[in-house]
T-cell receptor, first 118, second 111 residues
């Protein structure tokens, strides 16, 4: 199997505080992980690509100083939302790449983290 | 124009129906094609993945890729209420790296 976990599954925080979300590949190693956010009834919006041992690559329009990504090991990437504001409230989902033979490299997703900023 | 266009739905079918979910794309370099299922408030779950053109079957699910038409489909046979979810197509050009996702089609299977 290919299992990806996220912690916490939901978090409520006050405006101005920082929140850290962890993404772990439990049964495989992932050099590359991705971070997405998803608004209700909308598709996934890629925020950044996280590469183990190097700086993350952010998509256009995503503030790298606000959404800090650290991929310190082959099984763990973290996303820290700094100085969170109500508009940052969203569903954050990570995925991890795994080689699936001839099918290439496939993304396996975590269960998501629902962030609510009061 | 988006690189990947997915039939928006929503789609509502009776239990036991055959469901067809479709995506078209404009980038001829796409070679890897995936379908994900996402239940409400959950992360997407990989259903099927294929490389290049052709069909792939897994139980009640069949993925079909027609690169000449830049068209992919997911067929669900004998649909069940538990199949009610949002289905996302995804595709990529290389053996690694980010995928491009469709916006999703929400399916409801009524008992």
């Amino acid at each position: 199997g290919a299992v990806v976990s996220q912690h916490p599954s939901w978090v409520i925080c006050k405006s101005g505080t920082s929140v850290k979300i962890e993404c772990r590949s439990l049964d495989f190693q992932a050099t590359t992980m991705f971070w997405y956010r998803q608004f209700p009834k909308q598709s996934l919006m890629l925020m950044a690509t996280s590469n183990e041992g190097s700086k993350a690559t952010y998509e256009q329009g995503v503030e790298k100083d606000k959404f800090l990504i650290n991929h310190a090991s082959l099984t763990l990437s973290t996303l820290t939302v700094t100085s969170a504001h109500p508009e940052d409230s969203s569903f954050y989902i990570c995925s991890a790449e795994k080689s699936e033979g001839l099918a290439g490299v496939v993304q396996f997703f975590g269960p998501g983290t629902r962030l609510t900023v009061l | 124009q988006k690189e990947v266009e997915q039939d928006p739905g929503p789609l509502s079918v009776p239990e036991g129906a055959i469901v067809s979910l479709n995506c078209t794309y404009s980038n001829s370099a796409f070679q890897y094609f995936m379908w994900y299922r996402q239940y409400s408030r959950k992360g997407p779950e990989l259903l099927m993945y294929t490389y290049s053109s052709g069909n792939k079957e897994d139980g009640r699910f069949t993925a079909q890729v027609d690169k000449s038409s830049k068209y992919i489909s997911l067929f669900i046979r004998d649909s069940q209420p538990s199949d009610s979810a949002t289905y996302l197509c995804a595709m990529s050009t290389t053996n690694a790296g980010k995928s491009t996702f469709g916006d999703g089609t929400t399916l409801t299977v009524k008992p």
